[in-house]
Every structure is written in structure tokens, then in C-alpha cells.
């Protein structure tokens, strides 16, 4: 329904959205209207904003002569398996928006008349589609045979001890830092760093800057973006002057600070 709503309603709603989360938003705004059917139910999930996905959502009620009976209740969680901590009802012309995390944890109730609304949903300026479309590009056909056979033993070392999950997010940074074209010292730091075998403060400007940038990149890649993670890389990375061989990550995983300098 996007090309539908008017440019200067959708802008109102883009700046009110801003001014409610205190999140950049980018100037996306993508619209569906939505029906649910007698007998359909959400379960409890969190809809957490994977690479790419939205950060933030206002749903917009349109049920006319709405009663508790009609069910289409939205209900907020503060865990999967707890009870509702707030009940949203369905009523007509009302609206609730809210930012999506990895706890926002979100359902909706068994319906017995058709439950109709419009959804917006807003881009948070650094988990752009453009941010996954080169992610994704970078880490095509992850294969970690391709680490340098400089990282083989500590590669090998931390799988015996260390979780898939956190392996897994090391090699990614690895491969990342393979391909931006950096060499084998620099790649065996990228891992140790990600898997947690040690901080990176080698006191190399571009080599600290890389490893910072291939971590966040083999987060987003393998979990999804995190608003408090994303701060701290922002904060670190606060007054360091732009490495060429990285502007195209740099631009896209922090826009804000980067266009600033």
C-alpha cells in the first residue's frame, strides 16, 4: 500500500516516529494493510530487526463497531513463554507503534471477526536493505577453507572449546577481513577478537578500525541488529578518520558519524 499513502502523511508520521523512539530513521516508509480471519492467531514472537529488516512499526486499527468478543487483542510480552504485560485492543482509528528488538516479544489473539489494519514500518539508519544487500554480497558462499593457514591452529584450538554460535560469528569476521583484502596477522586478530580470545587494541589505527567493522558485520550477518552494540561501535569509533579501503562498510554500518567528517 505504500504508493498509495500520501508522501507528505507518510512524512508526518516518518518525523512523529522519530520524535517517539528517538531512533534515526531513514526517509523509508513502507506500508501493507493487513487482514486477519476468523480462527487466525500470532503467536508470541519478536519480529527482532535481522540485516536489513525494520527497526520500528505503528499499526493502525480499522475495526468499525470493534467488542471484546471479536478477539485481535495485541499483546506485549517481556519474555516467549510469560503473560501479557499490556493489552493493545483492536478498536477503530487508534494506533500503537513500537521498536522492534530481540525482546520485543509481540502476539495477537485469536480472532472471530475479520481484524483489518495498516502497518508502517521505519529503517533505522544504520540496518539499511542497502547494509544487507552488502553484507550479504561480501560473505556470498561463506566457506571458512578459505582462512590463511596462519589461522588454522587458533581456528582449530577455539572450536574445541568454545560454542558453534561464537565460532561460527568469528570465522565470518575472518573471511570478511580475508576479503577486504587484509592480511593474515590482521585476519588472526579479526577471529581472536570476535571469539572473544582477546580485545583488539593492536594500536594500528586501520587494523583496530577493521577488526571492529568485520565484527560488527559477522554480527549483523549471523544475529541481528542491536541498537546498544551498534552505540558502542559508534562511540569507538567517534573522532578516527575514514579508512579508504573500508568506506563502502564504513558508510553503511555508521551513516551518521560518517557523513559527519
Known amino acids: 500500500m505504500t504508493e498509495k499513502i500520501p508522501v507528505s502523511f507518510k512524512s508526518e508520521i516518518l518525523a512523529r516516529m522519530r520524535e517517539l523512539t528517538q531512533l534515526p530513521l531513514v526517509d523509508r516508509v513502507v506500508v501493507t494493510a493487513q487482514r486477519m480471519l476468523p480462527g487466525h492467531v500470532i503467536g508470541i514472537h519478536s519480529d527482532r530487526p535481522l540485516l536489513g529488516y525494520e527497526m520500528a512499526r505503528l499499526v493502525v486499527q480499522l475495526n468499525q463497531q470493534w467488542r471484546p468478543e471479536h478477539g485481535g487483542v495485541l499483546e506485549l510480552f517481556s519474555s516467549p513463554d510469560g503473560k501479557a504485560v499490556v493489552r493493545v485492543d483492536p478498536e477503530y482509528n487508534t494506533a500503537f507503534g513500537f521498536p522492534l528488538h530481540a525482546g520485543s516479544y509481540h502476539g495477537v489473539t485469536e480472532v472471530t471477526r475479520p481484524r483489518q489494519t495498516v502497518v508502517f514500518n521505519f529503517w533505522h539508519v544504520a540496518n539499511t536493505p542497502e547494509l544487507a544487500e552488502y553484507v550479504q554480497a561480501l560473505l556470498a558462499n561463506l566457506h571458512f577453507s578459505e582462512f590463511p593457514a596462519a589461522l588454522n591452529p587458533v581456528a582449530s584450538s577455539a572450536e574445541s572449546t568454545l560454542p558453534e554460535e561464537t565460532t561460527f560469528r568469528a570465522g565470518t569476521a575472518a573471511v570478511a577481513l580475508q576479503r577486504l583484502g587484509y592480511d593474515d596477522a590482521t585476519i588472526v586478530t579479526g577471529y581472536r577478537h570476535s571469539a572473544g580470545l582477546a580485545i583488539c587494541e593492536t594500536g594500528d589505527m586501520e587494523t583496530d578500525v577493521a577488526v571492529l ?39 553503511l554500518c555508521l551513516p551518521e558519524w560518517s557523513e559527519s567528517k
Request: glycine share 2%.
Open 213 to 251: 567493522l568485520a565484527d560488527w558485520m559477522a554480527y549483523l550477518y549471523r544475529d541481528s541488529f542491536d541498537l546498544a552494540r551498534w552505540n558502542s561501535l559508534r562511540n569507538t569509533l567517534d573522532g578516527v578518520a575514514m579508512v579508504p579501503r573500508l568506506r563502502p562498510a564504513w558508510q
